[in-house]
């Protein structure tokens, strides 16, 4: 985590233990990934919502969540709805809601 002197969170880079042996491999970095100044309530807003709507950034997200694994990476983007409102719904009604609302892609 990037943390500025005020406490804020400016971004992050993500690390990985590729086939669980040493060293560690640098995977992303947030602000690098998705061109974004900030890692903030607003940014993953927007993150969120392009999720849904732009199938690169989709794809690009669903890539890093799983550490660049072609296999894993086409089995969440199967699912990808699910995941997506998970990004955005802090209850189970409002998952449920999300859910069953989602287009079927």
Do not use: H
């Amino acid at each position: 985590m990037d943390v500025g002197p005020k406490g804020n969170v400016a971004g992050y880079v993500a690390w990985n233990l590729p086939n669980v042996t040493l060293p560690w491999a640098r995977e992303y970095s947030f602000n690098e990934a998705y061109a974004k100044p900030k890692y903030d309530t607003a940014t993953l807003t927007a993150l969120a919502a392009a999720i849904g709507t732009d199938p690169a950034i989709r794809e690009q997200y669903f890539n890093y969540y799983s550490c660049m694994s072609p296999k894993s990476t086409a089995a969440a983007l199967a699912t990808w709805q699910g995941y997506w409102c998970g990004l955005q719904a802090m209850t189970g009604t409002a998952f449920t809601t999300c859910r069953c609302a989602s287009p079927k892609q």
